[in-house]
Every structure is written in C-alpha cells, then in structure tokens.
C-alpha cells in the first residue's frame, strides 16, 4: 500500500500523510480493491467459478469471502518472536539435515 500511495517507504508515509486521510485509504481499498489485493479478489473470484461447476444443492461451493485470502488476520508480530520462530525452524531444519549426514 505503501508504494501504491507514492511512498518509498513506512516511515516516510507516517510522516507525510495524515492518519485520517490513510484511514480513507484503507477504507476505499476495502470497498475497491486494487493492487495485489485486487489480484486476490480475481483469483477468489475464478476458484469460487471453478469449484461451482462441479458443485450441487447438497454441496454447494463456499462463499466467496473464503477464497480470498486475508492477510491481516493475525496481529503482527514483534520482531523477538519473528527470531524465535527463525531460531525454531533452523534448529529443526539443521537436526534433520544432520540425521541425513550421519
């Protein structure tokens, strides 16, 4: 969103464009969605035209709103967890590549 508004960064949106005005924003791209959330939509859109094809009243397709995918359903998270996880998977993945060795 950043750099669809003409940001070339977070910090430089936050400072020259006014929480109101983003809200606006966030609210328009809701209703229209455009960018990659616009290419999320089509794609929902041509799954939900696919998987009716084959779909019957006893099982008719999902709702629409389920095949777009949301990406900001979880909170973000801070960066001790993104290391802890970084910290988890490498410790998992150098155990199996270390079975692998022996």
Partial sequence: MV??????TV??????????EFEKWVILRDREPWGVYRLDFLFGLLRHTLI???????????????LIPRWD???????EQLEAEA????ARSSANF????S
Avoid: C, M, Y
């Fill in 52 to 66: 009716g094809q084959w779909s019957t009243k006893e099982n008719p397709p999902p709702p629409l709103k389920d």
């Fill in 3 to 8: 750099a669809h508004l003409g940001f070339k």
């Fill in 98 to 101: 270390i079975d692998l060795v």
């Fill in 73 to 79: 359903i979880d909170p973000p998270k801070t960066r």
């Fill in 11 to 20: 910090g430089e949106l936050e400072r020259d464009l006014p929480q109101e």
């Fill in 87 to 90: 910290d988890e998977e490498w």
